[in-house]
């Protein structure tokens, strides 16, 4: 492609994509294709020829667009938000186009030394101590992996790395945890089984006092105690352990804490918010992703280490094609994670902090909390719903209750998140919790504004409606 056709194609292409960020509402928030539908009108076999832009782009909106569920939708209430900006996707654009590989210094030594700085932005932004040192992941999961796998190095004083496994660790979470710790788990050779799941209570956060009754069980069962992954904003309830019982616990038995805090961690920005972090001092790693609610397109998690030694001697390699004159003076992030290659992810995060301004996020976030808090009080005018957890940040979990068995509701309610999720307005997800179905509306995409709230209340007032004449 030249120069003059890059240009028509790539103007062609912000035009549509400003266009699409301002009439996003417009398409259904959820694809309506079927399984195989999109497959099924791609060729089998790549072509042998090249083919003009034009027929691509054509494709891309024939084929590919319907397949498409909309994540920056202002009625996107699912999973939690994958957000992007404006500002995102321009540090993005610039990202792509210097096609910067960032795995030492030397390779880029602006991707290394912006990285330092956007990541002790966030460090300060959310409160956190001075010693903390950050590193961008591309998701919370490897983030989890790479504190797994630091601190089955630090239990075992490296041996691990060396020989392999001479003895049986011990992983705690809590019931509510992320699957990416078990996932984590798995893979850093700990195994299922020693995966030690603690009760909750009755908001669904970690119990403490279960925490250090199962550690000095398994001390006298002769398993030795490696890891502590507490989260900050669970997924199916919004849960907060109490991370300073917690951390007393794990600086008492020299256990390492990692605080995943994917997506309430954000809210930590707000001094009223701050409180979900109390104890944060004790934690060894914490991670959060700006790609869930700091307006940063997918993908951009902030992973922070106490002590960043224990991290690089778990990852550090150093072949002789990867040394410098300058290693002794720089960072290289190659040897903080489990990456060699790396992408330029700081460019994006700057322009996003520098767009917006701290206060500009903070109020952004402020608006999604308030939004939560409105449609929460506004389902619970309506006697015939409610609130199966409680609301900390912008998740609201609730449920369809006309006094039916549990049996019944859990299928009434099945069926309510279908009929909302067909009108392709808004897009829930549901959970259990404590056996029951739960539906889950998170506010959180840019977007969305309080009459997107009404119409989500509207829709499932109406369709509950529709179910309970039936």
């Given at each position: 492609?030249?120069?003059?056709?890059?240009?028509?194609?790539?103007?062609?292409?912000?035009?549509?994509?400003?266009?699409?960020?301002?009439?996003?509402?417009?398409?259904?928030?959820?694809?309506?294709?079927?399984?195989?539908?999109?497959?099924?009108?791609?060729?089998?076999?790549?072509?042998?020829?090249?083919?003009?832009?034009?027929?691509?782009?054509?494709?891309?909106?024939?084929?590919?667009?319907?397949?498409?569920?909309?994540?920056?939708?202002?009625?996107?209430?699912?999973?939690?938000?994958?957000?992007?900006?404006?500002?995102?996707?321009?540090?993005?654009?610039?990202?792509?186009?210097?096609?910067?590989?960032?795995?030492?210094?030397?390779?880029?030594?602006?991707?290394?030394?912006?990285?330092?700085?956007?990541?002790?932005?966030?460090?300060?932004?959310?409160?956190?101590?001075?010693?903390?040192?950050?590193?961008?992941?591309?998701?919370?999961?490897?983030?989890?992996?790479?504190?797994?796998?630091?601190?089955?190095?630090?239990?075992?004083?490296?041996?691990?790395?060396?020989?392999?496994?001479?003895?049986?660790?011990?992983?705690?979470?809590?019931?509510?945890?992320?699957?990416?710790?078990?996932?984590g788990v798995k893979i850093a050779g700990y195994g299922r089984k020693n995966l030690v799941y603690i009760t909750t209570d009755e908001e669904f956060a970690m119990i403490p006092g279960e925490l250090e009754k199962a550690i000095e069980e398994d001390i006298t069962a002769g398993f030795q105690p490696a890891c502590v992954v507490a989260t900050v904003g669970t997924t199916s309830s919004g849960a907060v352990d109490p991370l300073k019982p917690i951390g007393e616990i794990c600086k008492k038995y020299n256990l390492w804490l990692h605080v995943d805090a994917a997506?309430?961690?954000?809210?930590?920005?707000?001094?009223?918010?701050?409180?979900?972090?109390?104890?944060?001092?004790?934690?060894?790693?914490?991670?959060?992703?700006?790609?869930?609610?700091?307006?940063?397109?997918?993908?951009?998690?902030?992973?922070?280490?106490?002590?960043?030694?224990?991290?690089?001697?778990?990852?550090?390699?150093?072949?002789?094609?990867?040394?410098?004159?300058?290693?002794?003076?720089?960072?290289?992030?190659?040897?903080?994670?489990?990456?060699?290659?790396?992408?330029?992810?700081?460019?994006?995060?700057?322009?996003?902090?520098?767009?917006?301004?701290?206060?500009?996020?903070?109020?952004?976030?402020?608006?999604?909390?308030?939004?939560?808090?409105?449609?929460?009080?506004?389902?619970?005018?309506?006697?015939?719903?409610?609130?199966?957890?409680?609301?900390?940040?912008?998740?609201?979990?609730?449920?369809?209750?006309?006094?039916?068995?549990?049996?019944?509701?859990?299928?009434?309610?099945?069926?309510?998140?279908?009929?909302?999720?067909?009108?392709?307005?808004?897009?829930?997800?549901?959970?259990?919790?404590?056996?029951?179905?739960?539906?889950?509306?998170?506010?959180?995409?840019?977007?969305?504004?309080?009459?997107?709230?009404?119409?989500?209340?509207?829709?499932?007032?109406?369709?509950?409606?529709?179910?309970?004449?039936?």
């Amino acid at each position: 492609m030249k120069k003059e056709q890059f240009k028509k194609y790539g103007y062609e292409l912000i035009d549509w994509i400003a266009d699409y960020l301002e009439n996003v509402e417009q398409y259904p928030v959820k694809s309506t294709v079927q399984p195989g539908e999109i497959k099924s009108q791609l060729p089998a076999s790549p072509p042998a020829h090249p083919e003009e832009m034009d027929k691509i782009l054509e494709d891309f909106k024939k084929i590919i667009l319907p397949g498409i569920t909309h994540w920056q939708h202002p009625g996107w209430f699912a999973y939690f938000p994958s957000n992007n900006s404006p500002a995102s996707i321009l540090g993005e654009l610039l990202s792509a186009g210097l096609g910067t590989q960032g795995m030492v210094w030397q390779t880029s030594p602006s991707a290394t030394e912006l990285e330092e700085v956007v990541m002790d932005w966030l460090r300060q932004m959310i409160g956190l101590p001075e010693d903390y040192a950050g590193v961008i992941q591309d998701t919370a999961s490897t983030a989890t992996l790479c504190a797994l796998l630091a601190a089955r190095e630090k239990a075992t004083a490296f041996a691990v790395n060396d020989s392999g496994f001479s003895k049986v660790l011990r992983v705690y979470a809590s019931k509510e945890a992320h699957s990416s710790v078990e996932k984590g788990v798995k893979i850093a050779g700990y195994g299922r089984k020693n995966l030690v799941y603690i009760t909750t209570d009755e908001e669904f956060a970690m119990i403490p006092g279960e925490l250090e009754k199962a550690i000095e069980e398994d001390i006298t069962a002769g398993f030795q105690p490696a890891c502590v992954v507490a989260t900050v904003g669970t997924t199916s309830s919004g849960a907060v352990d109490p991370l300073k019982p917690i951390g007393e616990i794990c600086k008492k038995y020299n256990l390492w804490l990692h605080v995943d805090a994917a997506y309430a961690g954000t809210a930590a920005m707000l001094p009223e918010k701050r409180w979900a972090l109390e104890g944060a001092e004790y934690a060894d790693s914490l991670v959060f992703n700006p790609h869930k609610w700091m307006l940063t397109n997918f993908d951009c998690s902030a992973f922070f280490v106490r002590n960043p030694q224990v991290l690089t001697r778990t990852f550090e390699i150093h072949p002789e094609y990867l040394k410098t004159g300058v290693d002794a003076v720089v960072k290289n992030f190659r040897d903080w994670g489990i990456q060699l290659g790396r992408r330029f992810r700081a460019l994006k995060l700057w322009f996003v902090i520098r767009t917006y301004g701290v206060e500009g996020i903070k109020k952004i976030i402020r608006k999604h909390i308030h939004l939560a808090e409105l449609f929460r009080g506004e389902l619970l005018q309506d006697k015939r719903f409610e609130l199966l957890a409680p609301v900390y940040f912008s998740l609201v979990c609730f449920r369809l209750n006309d006094g039916r068995s549990e049996e019944e509701l859990n299928a009434l309610n099945q069926r309510l998140l279908e009929a909302i999720n067909s009108t392709g307005k808004i897009f829930l997800t549901h959970t259990t919790l404590n056996g029951k179905f739960t539906l889950r509306l998170v506010v959180g995409q840019r977007t969305t504004e309080e009459r997107h709230i009404r119409q989500a209340l509207e829709i499932i007032k109406h369709k509950a409606d529709e179910l309970l004449k039936k």
